[in-house]
């Protein structure tokens, strides 16, 4: 516990290197043409919060969808390939078209096709042409990504698929007519095998309702987006500073907390949290502590006391607010004590990165 200040105070830094190193990265507007880019910013033709993907996108996330839609189709091989045994190649696939929960009540639409055990590994189908009618929008072609949160990632028409894969329905930078994933909609897959009566298959989805999806109400995945400042909105001047950031092991992450509050006799008292916890966890309950003789502006004596305080549990029901179930005990110092919840307000996003 004594080194919860240095993690909270490194942890800045961590997240938002990661966090710049997997961004893809694009010139403000006005940059000339062919410079580098300047800035980080959001793509504001997202189709979905980036708060509900992570990547890499793994199989099985339809599990979570109870209109999720099945259906086993036909792929062709590739028609370009110098094999002709792999221009003539066939295999049947399954295909499921699922939307994933994100926040404030909004869905991300993804399409999983799985190739059967055993398929061949010298001869691969090729990925379906895509396109999706909504309304007065007739036979739209769409980006679909092996990623998500991603500016100009795409998978061709007529790759190979080697493997099953996870690909999530993107729009196109920049589209600002681009398909509403939330609302009902038709995608139609071509084979293109042509001479045969199943080269086309449709999928249709009713509009997107979150309340039958159980985990629209469980709160949001911890991870790097609730790295920010929260304010208590009843107490000016108290407030959490959050920071998540990954492991080196890549199935877990550090949660550092600063909750900066006051004592009995109304002076700044601060708490400290530390904790691990595995990627994809809605909920966390932090050990607290509270450090006492240390110096001011110089160097600390080795091993400052620490004394715990208590647990705090920590959810995030949106983007936009943390709950925080606490309780703990620094009478011993004139510190504060009790038990209660708190909802904390985001004052500010990532830079480049945004929750909702």
């Not at 990661?18 to 694009?26: D, K, N, T, W």
């Not at 300047?38 to 990547?55: D, G």
């Not at 999706?132 to 036979?139: A, E, L, P, W």
């Amino acid at each position: 516990m004594s080194k919860i200040l240095t993690g909270v105070m490194l942890a800045a830094g961590l997240a938002l290197a990661a966090q710049q190193a997997r961004a893809e990265v694009h010139a403000v507007s006005g940059a000339a043409a062919g410079s580098q880019p300047t800035e980080i910013f959001v793509n504001t033709y997202r189709s979905y919060p980036p708060s509900c993907l992570n990547a890499p996108l793994g199989s099985g996330l339809w599990r979570n969808d109870p209109n999720a839609i099945h259906n086993t189709i036909t792929l062709s091989g590739d028609p370009l390939s110098a094999d002709a045994n792999e221009r003539n190649y066939t295999e049947s696939v399954s295909v499921t078209l699922f939307r994933a929960v994100c926040s404030a009540g909004k869905s991300a639409m993804l399409m999983e096709i799985d190739r059967a055990a055993g398929a061949s590994t010298t001869l691969y189908p090729v990925y379906p042409g895509i396109r999706v009618t909504q309304g007065t929008k007739q036979n739209v072609a769409v980006r679909t990504a092996a990623d998500p949160n991603t500016f100009l990632s795409h998978t061709d028409a007529q790759m190979s698929l080697a493997n099953s894969g996870t690909f999530v329905f993107e729009a196109f930078y920049p589209d600002a007519n681009a398909i509403d994933y939330n609302k009902a909609l038709t995608v139609t897959l071509d084979n293109f095998i042509t001479n045969s009566s199943t080269r086309l298959t449709t999928f249709t989805l009713s509009d997107y309702n979150a309340s039958q999806y159980p985990e629209a109400t469980a709160g949001l995945p911890i991870n790097g987006y609730m790295s920010s400042n929260w304010s208590n909105p009843n107490q000016s001047g108290e407030g959490i500073v959050v920071q998540v950031y990954d492991d080196r092991d890549f199935a877990t992450r550090t949660l550092a907390i600063a909750w900066f509050t006051y004592d009995v006799a109304g002076r700044p008292f601060w708490l400290f949290g530390q904790t691990s916890l595995p990627n994809g966890a809605r909920l966390i309950s932090v050990p607290i502590a509270y450090f006492s003789t240390g110096t001011f502006a110089g160097s600390l004596p080795a091993g400052v006391p620490h004394t715990n305080w208590g647990l705090a549990t920590i959810t995030f029901p949106d983007c936009g607010h943390m709950m925080v179930n606490y309780n703990g005990d620094a009478s011993a110092v004139q510190g504060p004590k009790g038990q209660g919840s708190i909802t904390f307000v985001r004052v500010a996003d990532i830079n480049g990165l945004v929750c909702q």
